[in-house]
């Protein structure tokens, strides 16, 4: 190896090294932080951490953890109506609550079939049959659907 490719990699490893050094502490303090942070969160807090960092709305997952029956079967419908809400979160909302909800089932077919509606920004004149058992601004309701 040539004497200045030598000096070039020695001179790499030592910035590589020396941010390491700096660095290191700093984050090793964060990680702490988080994890003493994540501790002292209650059980159900810890659950539903995902909402937190997408950005859902924590009184709605919670609402149809009450409200729905353990044995109920119910569909997630989204849509404009839900406010600032991005794509990234009508996107996730079904695949959250899908875990969220179990034993809860999620129904896939006609979402006329389940028994219970969740509407994150949904169109509720859609469903003429639901019968609101709460609701939130903006866009969001569970309802109750006739079979």
Same mark, same amino acid.
């Given at each position: 190896?040539?004497?200045?490719?030598?000096?070039?990699?020695?001179?790499? %490893?030592?910035?590589t090294? !020396?941010?390491a %050094?700096?660095?290191?502490?700093?984050?090793?303090?964060?990680?702490?932080?988080?994890?003493?942070?994540?501790a002292a969160?209650?059980?159900?807090?810890?659950?539903?951490?995902?909402?937190?960092?997408l950005?859902? #709305?924590?009184?709605?997952v919670?609402?149809?953890?009450?409200?729905?029956?353990?044995?109920?079967?119910? %569909?997630?419908?989204?849509?404009?109506?839900?406010?600032?809400? #991005? !794509?990234? %979160?009508l996107?996730?909302?079904?695949?959250?609550?899908?875990n969220?909800?179990l034993?809860?089932?999620?129904?896939?077919g006609?979402?006329?079939?389940?028994?219970?509606?969740?509407?994150? !920004?949904?169109?509720?004149?859609?469903?003429?049959?639901?019968?609101?058992?709460?609701?939130?601004?903006?866009?969001?309701?569970?309802?109750?659907?006739?079979?």
């Open positions: 190896m040539k004497p200045r490719l030598r000096l070039a990699a020695a001179a790499l %490893v030592a910035v090294l !020396g941010f %050094v700096v660095e290191f502490p700093g984050t090793i303090r964060r990680l702490e932080n988080r994890s003493d942070a994540n969160l209650t059980r159900s807090d810890r659950l539903i951490a995902a909402a937190y960092a950005d859902f #709305s924590r009184d709605f919670e609402e149809a953890a009450a409200l729905l029956p353990r044995d109920a079967s119910y %569909v997630v419908e989204t849509g404009p109506n839900a406010g600032d809400t #991005s !794509g990234v %979160v996107n996730a909302i079904q695949p959250f609550l899908e969220w909800l034993p809860r089932r999620l129904d896939r006609d979402p006329h079939t389940a028994g219970w509606l969740l509407c994150y !920004g949904c169109d509720l004149s859609r469903f003429p049959e639901a019968r609101v058992v709460w609701r939130a601004d903006p866009g969001l309701a569970i309802a109750q659907l006739a079979r």
